[in-house]
């Protein structure tokens, strides 16, 4: 709902700003909607750093024994770092 708020509150601004034709004394909706459609880009703009702080936060390498020799007992590891997006 993050991203999805953000860009609401973006869309309800507009709506405000360039769709709407109303008066009131001492309120003006195009004031209102310039203030929403800010604050929907703030939000937008913290809901997609949070989204890619976490995606990077789920991603750790892997280490995985590839051979072990039985005579030295010595070990090769390898490690993988899965960083690209998943494929959808």
Do not use: K
Request: a negative charge; hydrophobic letters at 55%; proline letters at 5%.
């Amino acid at each position: 709902m993050s991203i999805a708020g953000g860009i609401i509150l973006i869309m309800l601004g507009a709506i405000f700003t360039w769709a709407v034709e109303f008066d009131l004394a001492g309120f003006d909706i195009n004031v209102l909607g310039v203030i929403l459609m800010l604050g929907g880009l703030v939000w937008l703009l913290i809901a997609l750093y949070r989204a890619n702080v976490a995606r990077r936060a789920v991603t750790s390498p892997t280490t995985v024994v590839v051979e072990e020799d039985p005579v030295t007992h010595r070990r090769v590891y390898e490690e993988r770092r899965y960083d690209d997006p998943p494929v959808v």
